[in-house]
Nanobody, 122 residues
Framework: QVQLVESGGGLVQAGGSLRLSCAASGRSYYAMGWFRQAPGKEREFVAAIRWSVDLTYYADSVKGRFTISGDNAKNTMYLQMNNLEPEDTAIYYC?????????????????WGQGTQVTVSS
């Protein structure tokens, strides 16, 4: 059974940093990503990584501030978030897929974690 578990969320002041982790049970995946959903808004893409070619993708809103990384062999992915802004407040979800797809959209992923709350105060 596939299980993705996020951790590392919390409350931080604007300008601060957090590091999110995603532990994937059992095996490796073709690609993994991070999405977020703020209250009253749709879930949106944040960042993704294609392990086989070590390519990363970022939403424009987080480029230069967030870094996705990890170790596919250890089934672990991270999201280092720096210079956080109140607009980054959301539930952050880890996602994974076994096949090539549109990694910047949630339809490109099969497996999802339960999410971790990130709150940035001004």
């Amino acid at each position: 059974q596939v299980q993705l578990v996020e951790s590392g969320g919390g409350l931080v002041q604007a300008g601060g940093s957090l590091r999110l982790s995603c532990a994937a049970s059992g095996r490796s995946y073709y690609a993994m990503g991070w999405f977020r959903q703020a209250p009253g808004k749709e879930r949106e893409f944040v960042a993704a990584i294609r392990w086989s070619v070590d390519l990363t993708y970022y939403a424009d809103s987080v480029k230069g501030r967030f870094t996705i990384s990890g170790d596919n062999a250890k089934n672990t992915m991270y999201l280092q978030m720096n210079n956080l802004e109140p607009e980054d407040t959301a539930i952050y979800y880890c996602a994974a897929t076994d096949v090539y797809g549109i990694l910047t959209r949630d339809v490109g992923y099969t497996y999802w974690g339960q999410g971790t709350q990130v709150t940035v105060s001004s």
